[in-house]
């Protein structure tokens, strides 16, 4: 079965500077991830997507992520951030004909 | 555009009473999957429908049942409810005519309140 971790629960970082959010996952087959934020009272928002191919991967607001293989990781990261990008992210991953695996989610804080 | 739709967004019953909580997708999607999701966790899996094929999650209790009478609606009903299922309930949707690898959209969520 394949499983998620999110190291870090919640991440504080100043506006405008770069944030990381790791994700790293277990599973004997190929995978498939995504990230996704959540703000207040609200669903989940698809960020990014890795199917195959290119292992970085562009999403929307800014934000890339890479696929590394042999660390098992997909970490999220964004040089520049804005106090807008204040959510919950989660790290997602499946695999052919099952369900999605979420991580635990972490927080992020932009600062002003 | 395109969207998943939950009612209401908000949502207050009375312990034990009865509670039915509602999705509508303009996706066409044949996948819909309700989550459960409590403050500062990750959302947690009731049950999905694949087209008509209704999907338990093992550990779902007997409590939550869901209807789709068409591939546009699904429900959430909760026969009755304790103060353990206030929790945000989130309803998502997934084609699998592109392949298992297509993310799910979700709605905005209802968050449930039990008094």
């Known amino acids: 079965a394949q499983s998620v971790t999110q190291l870090d629960s919640q991440v504080p970082v100043f506006e405008e500077a770069p944030v990381e959010l790791r994700c790293n996952y277990s599973s004997s087959v190929s995978v498939y991830l995504f990230w996704y934020v959540q703000y207040p009272n609200q669903g989940l928002q698809l960020l990014l997507k890795?199917?195959?191919?290119?292992?970085l991967v562009k999403g929307i607001n800014g934000f890339e992520a890479e696929f590394n293989k042999s660390q098992t990781s997909f970490h999220l990261r964004k040089p520049s951030v804005h106090i807008s990008d204040t959510a919950e992210y989660f790290c997602?991953?499946?695999?052919?004909?099952?369900?999605?695996?979420f991580g635990p989610g972490t927080r992020l804080s932009v600062l002003p | 555009d395109a969207m998943v739709i939950q009612n209401p967004r908000y949502q207050v019953t009375q312990f034990g009473k009865p509670v039915t909580l509602s999705c509508s997708q303009t996706?066409?999607?044949?996948?819909m999957y309700w989550y459960q999701q409590k403050s500062s966790q990750a959302p947690k899996l009731l049950f999905h429908?694949?087209?008509?094929?209704?999907?338990n999650e093992a550990d779902t209790p007997d409590n939550f049942q869901s209807r789709r009478p068409n591939t546009s609606f699904c429900f959430l009903d909760i026969r009755s409810p304790g103060l353990g299922d206030a929790a945000m309930y989130l309803c998502a949707t997934r084609s699998s005519g592109e392949g298992y690898n297509q993310p799910q959209h979700f709605g905005d969520g209802t968050r449930l309140s039990i008094l």
């Open positions: 890795y199917l195959s191919g290119s292992t």
């Open positions: 997602a991953v499946t695999v052919y004909g099952q369900n999605f695996v």
């Open positions: 996706l066409n999607h044949n996948v």
């Open positions: 429908y694949y087209d008509k094929d209704f999907n």
